[in-house]
């Protein structure tokens, strides 16, 4: 089990005041969550309610939030993270196994894990993920971490082409980060 500190490895904290810049949205972070991508995501909740009175809430990527300077009252000091992305696991409750493709670390302390089913449902498409909290997970197998192997001492680096801009005609192909 890892303990994770708050200002471990975040480029924001829980209860910090934020700024999305680019629809100007201002709230206060609630939970964090990780994703398997290595992205870092922020479940923001507003300032202020919505015309109808309703908290309004919105989840944004780090890259696009800017802190304000200001904070709003406790943060949990740490959480106790039992397991990681890429585990698999299976729900004490439903007996759903999934393998955990996100970490969620909330302001109440609590710990939920997005979850993607390993089952297909009964017309044998994907299920949507699940949000489970760690307290009802018992892990079935941890992931296989596989180290990137090092490059070969006489291979020599090889300069790369960048990606081909779009068709003129305004039609779009794709591109290719390892064009030769």
Same mark, same amino acid.
């Given at each position: 089990?890892? +303990?994770?500190?708050?200002?471990?490895?975040?480029?924001?904290?829980? +209860?910090?005041?934020?700024?999305?810049?680019?629809?100007?949205?201002?709230?206060?972070?609630? &939970?964090?969550?990780?994703? *398997? /991508?290595? &992205?870092?995501?922020?479940?923001?909740?507003?300032?202020?309610?919505?015309?109808?009175?309703? *908290?309004?809430? !919105?989840?944004?990527?780090?890259?696009?939030?800017?802190?304000?300077?200001? !904070?709003?009252?406790? /943060?949990?000091?740490?959480?106790?993270?039992?397991? $990681?992305?890429?585990?698999?696991?299976?729900?004490?409750?439903?007996?759903?196994?999934?393998?955990?493709?996100?970490?969620?670390?909330?302001?109440?302390?609590?710990?939920?894990?997005?979850?993607?089913? @390993?089952?297909?449902?009964?017309?044998?498409?994907? @299920?949507?993920?699940? $949000?489970?909290?760690?307290?009802?997970?018992?892990?079935?197998?941890?992931?296989? @971490?596989?180290?990137?192997?090092?490059?070969?001492?006489?291979?020599?680096?090889?300069?790369?082409?960048?990606?081909?801009?779009?068709?003129? $005609?305004? !039609?779009? +192909?794709?591109?290719?980060?390892? $064009?030769?």
């Amino acid at each position: 089990m890892k +303990r994770i500190q708050k200002d471990q490895k975040w480029k924001f904290r829980i +209860r910090d005041v934020v700024k999305d810049d680019i629809a100007g949205f201002t709230g206060v972070i609630q &939970c964090i969550a990780e994703m *398997e /991508s290595g &992205c870092t995501h922020y479940g923001v909740c507003a300032t202020k309610l919505s015309k109808a009175g309703k *908290e309004q809430w !919105s989840w944004f990527d780090e890259s696009r939030l800017v802190k304000t300077g200001r !904070s709003k009252g406790f /943060s949990p000091e740490s959480w106790e993270q039992q397991y $990681n992305l890429g585990d698999r696991i299976k729900d004490r409750h439903t007996g759903v196994e999934g393998i955990i493709v996100s970490m969620n670390f909330y302001a109440t302390g609590c710990m939920t894990y997005d979850t993607q089913p @390993v089952q297909l449902d009964r017309d044998g498409k994907i @299920v949507d993920t699940i $949000n489970i909290p760690q307290e009802r997970m018992i892990l079935v197998k941890a992931a296989e @971490v596989k180290e990137k192997p090092a490059p070969a001492k006489d291979e020599k680096t090889k300069a790369k082409k960048p990606p081909s801009p779009p068709a003129e $005609n305004g !039609s779009h +192909r794709s591109l290719s980060l390892y $064009n030769k």
